[in-house]
């Protein structure tokens, strides 16, 4: 069946530290994987994307990692800032006739000043 | 930057009522979703629109809701008789295709 999940629902870091935020994907035919930021009362921001045939991706401050073999995705932000502060949504799109996203449940990330 | 905009930020309504949710997708996208996300739990689609008609819907997406498009720019979402379970933040969508979704800032249904 079609899930996307997320191993922790809180994650709090230090300033000045890395982030690392995890998801886990079960449908192996998707294809297209995004990373959103959501903050409060607002909608969901594109972070970062990655496509099957790669397995990592690096934009600023932000790695995306992909195992297709374990279904597993992560989300890495360097030197933590509180501006990071956000609930991070992971989603999987399959090349289908809509292009729908799946989303995961999110992870709160909190950054200790 | 183009950005998608939705109307209302919040609409409040009485149980059984009608309402329309608009948003205005990025002027050169093709295709258009809209989502839902009830408080704390993760966003669920609802609806993809191309070409001018529905492609794709959830279980969600039941007779009750319906989508247009009436002209080249809005992007509606009526509830034609809504219930309590219908309060949620609505989100609209748009892309060109296999490409990150653009998302509007929402429309928070609350249903009295």
């Known amino acids: 069946g079609e899930s996307v999940g997320l191993h922790l629902p809180t994650l709090s870091v230090q300033e000045g530290d890395n982030s690392i935020i995890n998801c886990a994907y079960s449908?192996?035919?998707?294809?297209?994987f995004i990373w959103y930021k959501q903050e409060s009362g607002k909608g969901p921001q594109f972070i970062i994307d990655?496509?099957?045939?790669?397995d990592k991706r690096q934009g600023q401050r932000v790695t995306v990692l992909l195992n297709k073999t374990v279904k597993h995705l992560s989300l890495q932000i360097a030197a933590t800032q509180p501006g990071d502060s956000a609930v991070y949504f992971c989603?999987?799109?399959?090349?289908?006739?809509?292009?729908?996203?799946?989303f995961g449940s999110g992870t709160r990330l909190l950054v200790r000043p | 930057e183009p950005e998608v905009t939705q109307t209302p930020s919040h609409q409040v309504t009485q149980m059984g009522q009608e309402v329309i949710l608009r948003c205005v997708p990025i002027?050169?996208?093709?295709?258009f979703y809209w989502y839902r996300q009830i408080l704390g739990q993760k966003v669920e689609f609802l609806v993809s629109?191309?070409?001018?008609?529905?492609?794709?819907k959830s279980e969600i997406f039941d007779d009750q809701f319906s989508v247009e498009r009436p002209d080249g720019s809005n992007f509606t979402l009526k509830i034609r008789s809504t219930k309590l379970e219908d309060s949620a933040m609505y989100f609209c969508?748009?892309?060109?295709?296999?490409?990150?979704?653009?998302f509007g800032d929402g429309t928070r249904l609350s249903i009295l």
């Open positions: 969508a748009s892309t060109q295709g296999m490409e990150p979704q653009h």
């Open positions: 449908n192996s035919a998707s294809d297209y």
């Open positions: 990655i496509r099957s045939n790669m």
């Open positions: 989603a999987e799109n399959q090349m289908d006739s809509s292009y729908k996203l799946i």
């Open positions: 002027s050169n996208h093709l295709y």
């Open positions: 629109f191309y070409n001018n008609e529905i492609s794709e």
